[in-house]
């Protein structure tokens, strides 16, 4: 079979087993067993016909304890009007089984016809689910399991470290100390958990609040836990915030309408790692916001936590004085910032307005005029409001 045609039989397959995949589902997914040497438990299982079709299926066990387990019936057809069907099963486990985990999966095979042996049922089927079933075996003297999870908001993080006795006896004090560090392998600070007693096969967490005063990033925790004098490291890695770039300026100097204009734009990086191939679009429209031109910048690679200023570049040949809708698009890493502006464009000036504010290296004539105003006016306030003060103070002495 030629590479071409292998290829397209694969992405048949991927397309059919895609469209199947709601067709058949198995509850519960995983059971969980403490051990007892040579147990029996009876329980069953619910096999979902989601699509309410007809449907061939063949059961079996596979695993480490697939001989522990004991199926009531190996096929199963379901009709197009059964929503689910219950399948019985028996655990019969050994007398002796090491310490830790040990696992079987009861595996639903849904096949075009329910005959035959298993390993021609396997080749031809199209879709299986499976359950899976775990023992426990308790370790001798102390054992805990844990895993470490970090929640919370964007800067209010909580870790938990979520414990399991697995030993045949009590842990009297369980605690851990917590790292946490930088994408560069910085400490950056370190906190400390509370303390909890665990019973055998008891669950319990413990936990820590970290203030996250630090820069937007990716950051790991290592964790210390500390049981009765048993140490286990756990590691999750976190991020702070998103990954953003900030447009913090525009401005153009020396402007000259139907000259070529500079734009000047100055961006920042939030993120604590650099940022690569970064651009910008502009869009400008008329009044009746018909697209004029479209601009696009170079592409940038901008340091962690560093401001870049990035530079495009506008023919203004055809273009009349007034104010214009404007639209900037920043792209990073499979994301955008987008920031909508005003352009009003005079004979020897181009202001960049946004949100009801001029984002411009330095104010121009009209805008100084307005906040001089603006001082004389809060000056003389102020000063009339000390001069009532003295004249009503002397009317009351008298």
Sequence with gaps: MSRILRLCVFVMLAIFLASSV????ITPGRISVNFEPGVEKESEFTIINSEGKTANLFVYVRGELNESIELEQEKVVMNADEDERKVKYKLNLPQELGPGLHTAEIVVLQTPEAEGEKDETVIGAVL???????????YPGKYVEAG???????REKRFVIAMIGRGKEKVESASAEIDIYDNEGNKVDKISTNSVSIDALERKEISAEWNADVPFGKYKARAILDYDGNKVMLEKEFDIGEMTIDLMQIFVKDFRLGEVAKFDMIVRNKWNE?????????RVYDKEMNEMT???SAAYDIPAGMQTTMNYYWNTQNVSEGLYNANIVLYYADKKTQQDLKLDIGQNRLD?????YVISEAGTSRDRKIISWLIAIIAFLALTNIIWFFVLRNKLKK
Excluded: C, D, R
């Excluded at 709601?22 to 589902?25: E, I, R, S, T, W």
């Design 274 to 282: 650099m940022i690569k191939n970064v651009y910008s679009e502009m």
């Design 148 to 154: 470490l999870n970090v929640y919370g908001t964007e």
């Design 294 to 296: 479209s601009i696009k």
């Design 22 to 25: 709601f067709a058949l589902g």
């Design 128 to 138: 299986a689910v499976v359950m899976q079933v775990h023992v426990y075996v308790p």
């Design 352 to 356: 960049v307005i946004g949100l009801g």
